[in-house]
């Protein structure tokens, strides 16, 4: 069978279309293409201690803001801050007066820093958590936003958020009653454990608070060997 060939008038045209479906794709990538995270104010700031205030929690569990608060000492520290222990911190707010989540993160910051001492305070507000039902799958997810603040300047040095989830239809290829037989079992079986969310809680916190400028994450502190090398 002999070759065919496009007529030598409409080459000009496939030219043209190729041409301008490699723009797109090179503006799409470019358009999708992160930003870099501006650290200027990070740098300047150059913090050594932390105070975590007690997480404000919008999500339907009541224990969030307690587990979630017990997951970020240990990202911190090891990332290389001196972080406030956070049994004395929730302790000091009750002798004061301040019982729940809001009125911590309303205070003024020179009252924060008058009172712990801290070079920074962040603020964590829990946006989902535990487990979540849905027609013919259940998830448990941890969902959580971060601003870390200077008590002594007031400026915001850095914001994160982070989401983790764990499916019941994960690699699941059985079919509908497969799916929903697994997202039956899935639902009973954290229902009568908490586990599953405390693990995700645990790595939603290093995950969110672990030191990863490459990722947009905070930079490393003054006890991390990395210290002043991102």
Known sequence: MPARF???KFLPRYRLLLLAGIAFLMSACATNQRADYDYTAFRQSAPR???VLPPVN???EIAASYEFLSTTTLPLAESGYYVLPV????ETFRQNGITVADEAHALPLPKLREIFGADTALYITIERYGVSYRLIESAVEVGAAARLVDLRSGQQLWEG?????DSSNQNNSSGLLGMLFN?????IVHSISEQST?????T???QLLYANPARHGILYGPYHPRYQTD
């Not at 958020?161 to 989830?165: D, E, H, K, L, M």
């Not at 997202?183 to 639902?187: F, L, P, R, S, Y």
């Not at 405390?198 to 645990?202: E, Y």
């Open 49 to 51: 201690s932390i105070l």
């Open 161 to 165: 958020s982070v989401y983790v989830a």
């Open 198 to 202: 405390l693990r995700l809680a645990h």
């Open 58 to 60: 919008r999500s339907l």
């Open 183 to 187: 997202a039956i079992m899935h639902q």
């Open 87 to 90: 049994a004395v911190t929730a």
């Open 6 to 8: 496009f007529p030598i």
């Open 204 to 206: 939603a916190g290093f």
